[in-house]
Every structure is written in structure tokens, then in C-alpha cells.
């Protein structure tokens, strides 16, 4: 595993079986032209991969990830996915990524490159308290293999 960062991602490749894919954990701060987070996003997209999940607090709004607002950070994000065939993977009818005292909004946004979407599923924001504004996002990898059958007894191991 290797980690890499900039100031508003951080990067770290993993292998799933024989592949290569990255995670982005993404930052991008509203008072920031959202072109910096961007270029940063495709710089680390040089990277060799196989495949890309990208996952963050984009401060951006779009009807396309949830809600009915659009800004033009929403514009150029999705400008930026559709023109790399990466697909978003955030689902229009889920709750707000976002909930505080200046409202709620859908900001946080999950995308991974189109092939590597089938692989992928389980997306979710998960409503439980957490100690941020925002609510976490949850999805799972499928691996082609059923999880492992427990052999404890009794829920003892």
C-alpha cells in the first residue's frame, strides 16, 4: 500500500486481487476554487491504476447527487466526472450528506471510473450521530467470493 497527498487529496493504492485501484479521500474547501481540488484530482488520476473510487466533501451542489440546488462548483464536478468517465455513484432520492445550523445539502460525493462501477454496491449515507455536520457514506466492494460462514456457536468463538 502506498499513501500520497496535496492539499486537498490524499491518495493511497491498494491491491484487490490482481489490480491495482486508488482511493481518493478528497477535501475541497468552499472558499477555494473548486479548479485546484480538481487538478489536484487529476494529477493523482495519472497515477497507474486499474481502478478509482473518489470519495469526499466536494462542497458542491448538483439535482444530479441529491437535492434541487445546482452551483457552479456542482457544474464543473460534474463537468470534470462525465468528461473522465467517472460515474457518481451518490443516489438523487438519499438523505443530505450535510445537516447543521446553515441548513443541509448534498456535498459529499462518491465516484469511481465507470468499469469499476459493477464492483460496488451497498452505497448508503448512513443517518446514525456522528460527531461532525456531516453524515457518513458507507458502500462495500464485491470481491466475487461469499463472505465466510461463521463456525462460532452461540455468538461464542
Same mark, same amino acid.
Given at each position: 500500500?502506498?499513501?500520497?497527498? %496535496?492539499?486537498?487529496?490524499?491518495?493511497?493504492?491498494?491491491?484487490w486481487g490482481r489490480k491495482n485501484i486508488l482511493l481518493l479521500s478528497i477535501?475541497?474547501?468552499?472558499? &477555494?476554487?473548486?479548479s485546484i481540488t480538481?487538478?489536484?484530482i487529476e494529477d493523482c488520476l495519472n497515477i497507474q491504476h486499474d481502478g478509482v473510487i473518489l470519495a469526499g466533501d466536494f462542497n458542491a451542489k448538483s439535482p444530479i447527487w441529491g437535492g434541487t440546488q &445546482?452551483? &457552479?462548483?456542482?457544474?464543473?464536478? %460534474?463537468?470534470?466526472?462525465?468528461s473522465r468517465g467517472l460515474a457518481i455513484l451518490n443516489e438523487e432520492t438519499s438523505p443530505p450528506t450535510f445537516k447543521g445550523s446553515r441548513g443541509r445539502s448534498?456535498?459529499?460525493?462518491?465516484?469511481?471510473d465507470a468499469p469499476f462501477i459493477e464492483n460496488i454496491f451497498k452505497w448508503k449515507v448512513d443517518m446514525e450521530v456522528t460527531s461532525s455536520d456531516h453524515n457518513s457514506i458507507s458502500f462495500s466492494l464485491y470481491t466475487? =467470493?461469499?463472505?465466510? =460462514?461463521?463456525t462460532e456457536k452461540n455468538g461464542l468463538g
Open positions: 500500500m502506498k499513501v500520497f497527498s %496535496a492539499s486537498n487529496v490524499v491518495v493511497m493504492t491498494f491491491n477535501y475541497s474547501p468552499p472558499s &477555494e476554487d473548486i480538481l487538478q489536484q &445546482e452551483d &457552479e462548483r456542482g457544474k464543473d464536478l %460534474a463537468d470534470f466526472a462525465f448534498w456535498i459529499d460525493i462518491t465516484l469511481c466475487g =467470493k461469499l463472505p465466510a =460462514k461463521s
